[in-house]
Nanobody, 127 residues
Framework: QVQLVESGGGLVQAGGSLRLSCAAS????????MGWFRQAPGKEREFVSA????????SYVDSVKGRFTVSRDNAKNTVYLQMNSLKPEDTAVYYC????????????????????WGQGTQVTVSS
């Protein structure tokens, strides 16, 4: 069992930056691929970014490419999402998720592949 806790959300002006963290406990995340998803009011949850457990493989939704960077520190059992040049359309609750995998370079874009989820952290970008 893996417990995930997100932090780092908040209110920021357009063009600003935030760094989200996802701290895992219960099991080491060394063998877990991790993902970030978001859900805006009235919309379905969508994929944002994913990273393999080795960190070698990453993926982003087109709308955040060049602005967001996913990374991980397995020694700290933590995954990060650095968000730069934020836009009002980035406003959402951001969730991290984990799935166990034996493939070091594998990442997952489909939310239904993930077994564990955090409670979410609110990101609000004002115009």
């Amino acid at each position: 069992q893996v417990q995930l806790v997100e932090s780092g959300g908040g209110l920021v002006q357009a063009g600003g930056s935030l760094r989200l963290s996802c701290a895992a406990s219960g099991r080491t995340v060394n063998s877990y691929a991790m993902g970030w998803f978001r859900q805006a009011p009235g919309k379905e949850r969508e994929f944002v970014s994913a990273i393999s457990w080795s960190g070698a493989g990453t993926s982003y939704v087109d709308s955040v490419k060049g602005r967001f960077t996913v990374s991980r520190d397995n020694a700290k059992n933590t995954v990060y999402l650095q968000m730069n040049s934020l836009k009002p359309e980035d406003t959402a609750v951001y969730y991290c998720a984990a799935v166990r995998t034996t493939l070091s370079g594998r990442y997952y874009r489909n939310q239904y592949d993930y077994a564990y989820w955090g409670q979410g952290t609110q990101v609000t970008v004002s115009s």
